[in-house]
């Protein structure tokens, strides 16, 4: 089944458009939000917790997102959700300095939360519509989308920032999410209604319950995790301002930096999602972590950087997808919408000390190519653990 095949279900065509839309303002705007920091003069630990910010919700918030995800309506949960990125992403034209850097750190978080929420809840629906090779391409059709989101929206974002400034940015962004939710009222959802009469604390402890029981789920997640490594934003912005910024404007070298490696994330699953399977995933670990390690050795010249970051993205969005795919897989519906939150929560969790540890590193000395390479280390460690896994729970079954 191809992904052409897939799109022609009439759900998920339409989802995905909203998500091509949506997706490609968030990266457009994201642009401005680091090239407005690093203009107002912000150090390293205020760009990495700027960073850190956009994924803490799915990390503290994770027990209230599932059992939201459970009881509310799908296309009522997105509605509400997607107001709340436009009145947030509005609110950002009123930062104009870093004393203001605590209103755009709530702004940004509250943006995060309605996000997370809304990113789990499809990952959560997506199982009770298609099921199989369907299932794998949706998720890789989703990754593909937000890869092609993530080039195109950095890089115009960019070269918008540059021009237009700020503000303009962050309008334009509140326009693509009103699109999207314009888009929403058309969508047709016909599902079968879960009834969940426990309570809340009820539901979050029978969640919390099934997934430590299933230790094979427990470590799916933690696999699943490990792809939080590649949370590179604060590193990027780092290098735009103290490596490249004499050369390129920080908002260009960012835009390009991010949409570059954002076309190997784009262009990697046409040719990986084919070959990639149980008995295999761990070399695609050990390819992630030597890609990486490339891009540590490449990072003292501009151009040579951008090619070894396309080969890093590479990898990533097939690994992700495959990885999230397994736990979809191994996931009772009933608890569905508990477990994908709970998984974002620790994949969100990674992404979080990730940008933290290049911050810190950074602040204490340690070079960023020691830093890029320590990421690298990081994805040999998780093929070492993959191959414990494998032995421990796939190979017992063949």
């Known amino acids: 089944m191809t992904y052409i095949e897939t799109l022609k279900h009439p759900t998920i065509r339409r ?63 997105m509605l509400i959700l997607l107001l709340i990125e436009i009145s947030m992403t509005l609110g950002f034209i009123f930062i104009n300095s870093l004393e203001y850097i605590w209103v755009l750190m709530i702004l940004i978080f509250l943006r995060s939360s309605a996000a997370s929420m809304l990113f789990s809840a499809e990952m959560a629906l997506f199982p009770k519509l298609v099921q199989g090779k369907m299932l794998k391409n949706t998720n890789e059709i989703h990754s593909i989308i937000w890869s092609l989101c993530y080039a195109s929206g950095m890089a115009v974002g960019g070269i918008a920032t540059h021009f237009m400034g700020f503000d303009t940015a962050f309008l334009i962004d509140a326009l693509l999410y009103g699109i999207a939710v314009f888009l929403l009222l058309g969508l047709q959802l016909s599902l079968e209604k879960v009834q969940h009469t426990d309570s809340n604390w009820q539901m979050f402890k029978d969640g919390f319950s099934y997934m430590l029981a299933n230790k094979k789920i427990l470590h799916l997640i933690l696999l699943h995790a490990a792809i939080g490594l590649t949370s590179f934003d604060a590193l990027i912005t780092l290098l735009a301002d103290l490596r490249y910024k004499e050369f390129i404007a920080v908002p260009l070298a960012i835009g390009w930096m991010n949409a570059t490696r954002a076309l190997g994330l784009m262009i990697g699953p046409f040719f990986i999602s084919k ?40 990898f990533i969005t097939t690994l992700w997808s495959y990885t999230y795919l397994l736990i979809q897989e191994e996931t009772d519906s009933h608890y569905m919408g508990r477990v994908i939150s709970y998984n974002d929560m620790f994949f969100m969790l990674s992404n979080v000390a990730t940008a933290m540890f290049i911050g810190y590193a950074a602040k204490w000395g340690l070079s960023l ?17 993959y191959l414990w896994f494998k032995k421990q729970y796939l190979d017992e079954k063949n």
């Not at 992630?288 to 970051?309: D, K, R, V």
């Not at 190519?369 to 653990?385: D, N, Q, R």
């Open 369 to 385: 190519e020691g830093i890029t390479f320590t990421l690298g280390l990081g994805f040999i460690v998780v093929a070492g653990y």
């Open 15 to 77: 989802l995905s458009l909203i998500q091509l839309i949506s997706y490609f303002g968030t990266w457009f705007s994201q642009v401005a939000i680091f090239s407005m920091i690093v203009a107002y003069g912000a150090d390293e630990i205020t760009i990495a917790l700027t960073a850190a910010m956009a994924m803490l919700p799915a990390v503290i918030l994770a027990p209230l997102i599932g059992i939201i995800i459970d009881r509310i309506h799908f296309k009522k949960l």
């Open 275 to 314: 070959i990639i399977s149980k008995e295999n995933l761990h070399y695609f670990f050990i390819l992630q972590g030597l890609a990486i390690m490339l891009w540590s050795m490449l990072e003292y010249n501009f151009y040579l950087a951008l090619i070894a970051l396309f080969i890093t993205g590479f």
